[in-house]
């Protein structure tokens, strides 16, 4: 029996034809990367890294790059990729949320509730604004950690209700 040619292993022109290849997808998904949000408002403007476990029997995690602007009011969060695709965008105002994953959306009237779907856990959106801001603010059942905000490092845990959870964000400088 002969052996199948594509099996064979490249030669100078084959090897050329598969990199080829390779560069042309990762410049395709290159192409198919989110344009960056245009900021409103510098000081209400935060880009970096976050990662949130909710410590659940398995627990579950969520790591993404993010881009927010807004208030607790009204604003807009991106959460991205490695490569910069886009996994889901939230977007609130005082009438409503609104969450898109893909070619998928779901409206609610409430933020948390969104917020919740996405992360696996509650967050405390009033409070989280204080933080990014380096101020503190209360938020029942979460310590927070400022100390390293001038490194651009947030933390903080929520031990009540069960589950816990831990956040973690890296501000972009």
């Known amino acids: 029996m002969k052996p199948c040619a594509l099996a064979k292993e490249p030669t100078g022109n084959g090897r050329r034809r598969v990199l080829a290849l390779a560069l042309a997808s990762v410049l395709l998904a290159a192409g198919c990367a989110t ?3 245009t900021p409103m408002d510098a000081n209400a403007y935060w880009s970096g890294r976050m990662a949130i476990q909710v410590l659940k029997d398995p627990p579950e995690s969520l790591s993404a790059g ?4 807004g208030s607790a009011l009204a604003g807009e969060m991106v959460l991205l990729s490695p490569i910069g695709t886009t996994l889901a965008r939230l977007e609130w105002t005082p009438q409503g949320a609104r969450l898109t994953q893909g070619q998928q959306q779901v409206d609610s009237p409430s933020l948390q509730r969104l917020g919740a779907r996405l992360t ?3 967050l405390p959106i009033a409070a989280l604004f204080e933080w990014l801001a380096g101020r503190p603010a209360e938020a029942p059942g979460w310590q927070v950690d400022l100390s390293a905000h001038a490194q651009g490092r947030i ?3 929520r031990r009540e ?3 816990g959870a831990v ?7």
């Open 161 to 163: 209700p069960s589950p």
């Open 155 to 157: 933390s903080a845990e």
């Open 120 to 122: 696996g856990t509650e």
């Open 167 to 173: 956040l973690r964000i890296a501000l972009d400088r």
């Open 35 to 37: 344009p960056r949000m």
């Open 66 to 69: 993010f881009e927010l602007q």
